[in-house]
Nanobody, 115 residues
Framework: QVQLVESGGGLVQAGGSLRLSCAAS????????MGWYRQAPGKQRELVAR???????NYTDSVKGRFTISRDNTRNTVYLQMNSLKPEDTAVYYC?????????WGQGTQVTVSS
């Protein structure tokens, strides 16, 4: 079955960095687009960044220039490098992919940025 397992979250001061990882199994990773989403308390889940199978990327405006999404097809893993973190980046971060017409989500990893 499809599994997505995130790691790398934590508590960091404003201006700091974190790198999130999402390891995928049960899919042909190299042909799948992957996305990072986040959900802050009381807010809707939003797309943060997406990467296609060919490596094309797109970002929500609030993270452009600070976050970088990348993938390693040899490790079936997608990464989110987060620099210059702000308190408003505090959220649970999820990775997501679509396989067989169905969306799959990881369990999420908490990112907390203190001011």
């Amino acid at each position: 079955q499809v599994q997505l397992v995130e790691s790398g979250g934590g508590l960091v001061q404003a201006g700091g960095s974190l790198r999130l990882s999402c390891a995928a199994s049960g899919i042909i990773f190299s042909i799948n687009a992957m996305g990072w989403y986040r959900q802050a308390p009381g807010k809707q889940r939003e797309l943060v960044a997406r990467i296609t199978s060919g490596g094309s990327t797109n970002y929500t405006d609030s993270v452009k220039g600070r976050f970088t999404i990348s993938r390693d097809n040899t490790r079936n893993t997608v990464y989110l490098q987060m620099n210059s973190l702000k308190p408003e980046d505090t959220a649970v971060y999820y990775c997501m992919t679509i396989w067989g017409g169905k969306r799959y989500w990881g369990q999420g990893t908490q990112v907390t940025v203190s001011s």
